[in-house]
Each structure stands twice: as C-alpha cells, then as structure tokens.
Nanobody, 122 residues
C-alpha cells in the first residue's frame, strides 16, 4: 500500500518560513518524479514544484520561484519543500504527489498524500 505522509505545516506570519516534508512508503521511490501542489479554499489544485527521479531537475510555478525550494533524498524516500518569504496568498492545503511519468499537472500523479494546512497571516 502506497503512503505519502506530509508534515511541517502550520501557521506563520507573512515573511516567515516553513519546511514541508513528505515521506513515501510502499513504492520504489526512485521510479517516481515527486511534486508539491496546493489548493486554496474555493480554488482548484495548482502546481507548486516538482523534482525528477534523480533530483537533478526541478521545476517551479512562477508564483513561488525564488522563494520555494524542492529537494529529495532518495536514501530516505523523502521530498521536502522549503518555503521562504511566505505571503498571504500562499495559504492553502499542500499535498505531495508521486508521478510515474511527467509531473506538472495534477492528472499526471499516481499517488497523493492527505495534504497539510499552511496558513500565512497577513
């Protein structure tokens, strides 16, 4: 059974930082591109960042470029999202996903975590 377990969310003031973690189990981690998506109330799930199987290539949505960093540790089945200079509009439920092939659209993803709340106070 595949599980993706997110942690690290919470409440932070605008301008602050948070680090999200996602640990995967039940799959061959190196077979999957990993990504982070977010969904704000009343909005559709949107792409945030993705990293390829090897960890070499990364991709970011323009809204987070320069502020967020995605990384993975294949020895620990771990993908992280370091978020800095957080803004009110970053408030959302953040989910990690595992994609067997490409990884910038939600439909590309085969497995999802339950999601974790990130709230940025103005």
């Amino acid at each position: 059974q595949v599980q993706l377990d997110e942690s690290g969310g919470g409440l932070v003031q605008a301008g602050g930082s948070l680090n999200l973690s996602c640990v995967a189990s039940g799959l061959i981690f190196t077979n999957y591109n990993m990504g982070w998506f977010r969904q704000a109330p009343g909005k559709e799930r949107e792409f945030v960042a993705a990293v390829t199987r090897s960890g070499v290539s990364k991709r970011y949505d323009d809204s987070v470029k320069g502020r967020f960093t995605i990384s993975r540790d294949n020895t620990k089945n771990l993908v992280t999202l370091q978020m800095t200079s957080l803004q009110f509009d970053d408030t959302a439920v953040y989910s990690c996903g595992a994609a067997r092939w490409t990884g910038v659209k939600a439909d590309d993803y085969d497995y999802w975590g339950q999601g974790i709340q990130v709230t940025v106070s103005a």
